[in-house]
């Protein structure tokens, strides 16, 4: 067992790069490796489990690979948009949100997001903008435990 705390946080890039390369040798070797870091970029890249901890209390722990779902978001301001073509596009979609002009997307896979437009315009509804963006671990770490009340 190989628990590290904050091993890049100094480091320039060469350095985090050797970081890594450690911990990726030792999870080859079957040591298990505990990583507590703030710099959630360098856990996404690292880690294959990550555990939310919040008031000394874990409140979600997952595979990195769970959230392969759960990351990509549409962004799409739109016109004329029916209740069949949205209900359509819960074929791709785990969520959708329309207000206004703006709808947004959760899509099951990055994959998918040419076929929810595709969809779209297929039903007439008049797209002006679709912007696919990946959900980070920072993004999900804000919605499992919010701000801290602290500050």
Do not use: Y
């Not at 985090?16 to 298990?32: A, F, M, P, S």
């Not at 703030?38 to 008031?55: M, P, Q, S, T, Y």
């Not at 509804?125 to 912007?131: A, I, P, R, S």
Request: charged content about 30%; overall charge negative.
């Amino acid at each position: 067992m190989l628990f590290l705390d904050e091993p890049t946080s100094g480091l320039d890039p060469v350095g985090r790069r050797l970081v890594r390369d450690i911990i990726k040798v030792q999870r080859e070797r079957g040591t298990t490796v505990f990583l507590n870091s703030h710099l959630l970029g360098e856990v996404e890249v690292i880690c294959d489990r990550v555990a939310f901890i919040k008031a000394g209390e874990v409140i979600e722990l997952r595979e990195m690979s769970s959230f392969e779902e759960e990351r990509t978001r549409v962004m799409a301001q739109v016109r004329d948009v029916s209740g069949s073509a949205l209900d359509g596009l819960n074929t791709w979609a785990t969520e959708i949100t329309l207000e206004g002009d703006r709808l947004r997307l959760r899509l099951r896979s990055p994959d998918l997001a040419p076929l929810a437009l595709r969809h779209l315009v297929d039903c007439g509804v008049e797209v002006f903008e679709f912007t696919p963006s990946r959900l980070s671990l920072e993004d999900r770490f804000m919605e499992i435990l919010g701000r801290d009340e602290g500050l």
